[in-house]
């Protein structure tokens, strides 16, 4: 093998794990980053992502569905336009709200 070979590789090597590691960050990026809202009065029961009022710790923990002082993360902007039993507007809401 040619030196000119061994440093296509090397080169090649690099580029393949610098992808990866580009990929392999890309997934750990917070939510936030990402564009993602916390959406309350979305979630079924035992299904929202965290916050659960009084009584609760975290994820999985909404006692009802479409729970008001419950959340989910959804993609940015679409929060306001899904569906909500519990609302007073029919949708979910960005900030918690009473049952």
Do not use: H
């Not at 393949?16 to 590691?21: D, H, K, N, R, Y």
């Not at 992502?49 to 902007?77: E, F, M, R």
């Amino acid at each position: 093998m040619t030196e000119e070979n061994i440093m296509d590789r090397r080169m090649l090597s690099l580029a393949l794990a610098g992808a990866l590691t580009t990929a392999l960050t890309a997934g750990a990026t917070p939510a936030a980053a990402q564009g993602m809202e916390k959406c309350y009065g979305i979630a079924l029961k035992g299904q929202n992502d965290c916050k659960a009022g009084a009584g609760t710790t975290c994820a999985g923990t909404s006692k009802v569905d479409y729970q008001g002082d419950a959340w989910k993360n959804v993609p940015a902007g679409t929060c306001e336009k899904t569906a909500s039993k519990s609302s007073k507007t029919g949708f979910g809401m960005l900030k918690e709200f009473k049952s």
